[in-house]
């Protein structure tokens, strides 16, 4: 059994531009039942994070037939800032595009029985951040890294309910001393990281630290533990 990647495109009126997005999953799937899995940063994920070929292994040993990833890139990284910070232009227009236009589109293609989302850095931040709007949808967040900022720390305080989700969250011990390329501000990425597991209060909880930087190498290598989360 193979991976199928394929791209499409979306007319979005929300972000005002044509969205293409990639849609990889196993080529002999012929269920509209799936499990999607939302991922931010779609494209790095395929180039640095090795999705595919990971995928493929995982097929060819039985798991996530059923299992359907939505790959997200933006187009810069100046976009990306934009659409996943808390402070970006686009930040809150990107939420939108995903819960009236992407979704919409989606649940026509395939008939999704749980959905969940991935994303390194800024693309693990926006992933909680969007969850939080509507949190009964969700099911899975895998979070590798991810580069909160204090609004986004805030907002988790303010979640004062029990959230359904299986939440995977790793962070790297020196991942503090992160600057953005963008801002050139430090992101404090292991404190914050910190702050959010030890406030968020989702039905299970797997929060790990390992001893590495906030480098694709360890997202890579973490990358399979994940998505089997996701499969089971």
């Not at 949808?137 to 029990?162: G, K, T």
Request: glycine residues 4%.
């Amino acid at each position: 059994m193979r991976s199928l990647l394929t791209d499409h495109q979306l007319d979005s009126k929300v972000l005002e531009k044509i969205f293409t997005y990639r849609i990889l999953k196993a080529d002999s799937q012929r269920e509209r039942s799936v499990q999607m899995l939302l991922v931010h940063d779609g494209d790095d994920y395929t180039h640095l994070g090795d999705l595919k070929n990971i995928y493929e292994k995982d097929l060819q040993k039985g798991m996530g037939e059923s299992t359907v990833f939505i790959l997200l890139p933006p187009e810069s990284s100046e976009e990306r800032w934009h659409l996943y910070h808390s402070d970006g232009e686009l930040q809150e227009a990107y939420s939108r595009f995903l819960y009236e236009e992407l979704l919409p589109e989606l649940h026509k293609r395939f008939d999704i029985s749980r959905l969940g989302m991935l994303g390194d850095s800024l693309a693990g931040a926006v992933s909680l951040r969007i969850a939080l709007q509507e949190p009964d949808i969700w099911s899975h967040l895998l979070l590798q890294s991810a580069a909160f900022s204090e609004e986004d720390v805030r907002q988790v305080r303010a979640s004062s309910r029990p959230l359904p989700w299986t939440v995977y969250q790793t962070v790297g011990t020196q991942e503090d001393v992160f600057v953005s390329p963008i801002t050139n501000d430090c992101l404090y990425i292991l404190s914050r990281n910190r702050k959010v597991s030890s406030v968020l209060r989702a039905q299970v909880y797997d929060y790990q630290e390992f001893d590495h930087d906030h480098l694709w190498e360890c997202w890579r290598k973490d990358l399979p533990n994940a998505i089997k989360i996701f499969y089971s």
